[in-house]
């Protein structure tokens, strides 16, 4: 979801690979797409797209998924999103 931008690589989130049992349930939660299933498990496939908001982390059957909610800024995400449904502009606070 290209639209979906704060600021390109500061996003916490982490696979384990190893861990993942490939249920698909972070692929289910995320909001923004950032997960697609592979063969037998998921793979990060949009990793700036993740907002930190845990969905992913917080239903991993296995802990596989490791990310510190909000220091993306989800807020700006979702305000500057609605601004921009509603067609305004303006400047856009954070937290």
């Known amino acids: 979801m290209e639209e979906f931008r704060y600021i390109d690589g500061v996003a916490t989130l982490e696979l384990n ?6 249920c ?16 037998s498990k998921v793979r990060i496939v949009d ?6 908001c845990g969905a992913c982390a917080n239903n991993c059957p296995v802990s ?18 609605w601004m921009d449904l509603l067609g305004k502009e303006g400047p856009i606070t954070c937290c």
């Open 64 to 81: 596989a998924i490791g990310v510190t909610p909000g220091v993306g800024c989800a807020t700006y995400v979702i305000k500057k999103w």
């Open 47 to 52: 990793q700036d797209g993740c907002m930190e």
């Open 24 to 39: 698909g349930i972070c692929e289910t939660v995320c909001p923004h797409n950032v997960f697609a299933m592979g063969r």
């Open 17 to 22: 690979e190893d861990l993942c049992v490939g």
